[in-house]
DNA sequence: ATTAGCACTTGCAAAATGCAAGCAAATATA
DNA sequence: TATATTTGCTTGCATTTTGCAAGTGCTAAT
């Protein structure tokens, strides 16, 4: 583990995930089930794919990611989030009722509508859902 | 403004201040009290010159922060958030308690104590208050 | 055996970051 | 008044990161 810029919790964290697209693959595993290295490289974003291997390198290394061989195939590989990362969960959250709140081109959908009317109850929700995948993908 | 990557509100937000700096910058104001850009340099992760105030000019275009001529002195700048920069507060917090929990050479200091605490009332706390400057910055 | 799926890797160009010196206007000091 | 300091950048350059698109090697399907 490197030197860090400082010992504020806010600096460490954005020297983990501070760019432009580690928070947008944890969002497609969290909110959109998504899984494999294929599947995010699909997102309407369109990462490259150099920057999704390193990325998916560094969150792994950090914890907060896990990666294993799928059940079906060989030469695939499943992503699930660790219990570390799945307390990312209400960074993301606020990002999302932030940017809907503040973004026209980014209308609320059914999710974003539930979160701008209780948001606290749908963070638990998908906290304690994805704590239970988090336990049972750590089998 | 430019084409987005996508109409996601979170990949929407990450655009404005997915990066390492951006919400250093924010915390300096919020938490710390900063106001110029000769205190942002200061802080302990030594942001260079020229990353700050190509942020300050990022973040002042998007409405996050305004700056003004100081009252003392009129080659100084102070700078202050607008209604939406200080709707930024529930991601930093978030952020600052997912990094003490995480991250053991960031020790909670007070106010980190506290949002392990009581989070909700730290957040709208600092929100009522942050939310009072920003009026009166608008004067 | 051949083709397709899968997860990267690679070479290169463009963009961003970081370092440190420089610049011009305003203010303070001698 | 002249000089020094403060203030907020800007600039030149080297390094690092990002983005594009082709390439590679292993596994699976046909």
Known sequence: MEKNRSDCPISCS?????????????RDIMLRGKVSYGEFLESEEKIATNILANRLSVLEAEGILT???????KSKYCYSLTPKGVDLLPIVIEIMDWGARYHKQCPRRELGKRIKKEKAMVIREYLDKLHRDARHAAL
């Open 14 to 26: 954005l020297e983990v995930f501070g760019d432009k697209w580690s928070l947008l693959i944890i």
């Open 67 to 73: 990666k294993q061989v799928s059940p079906h195939n």
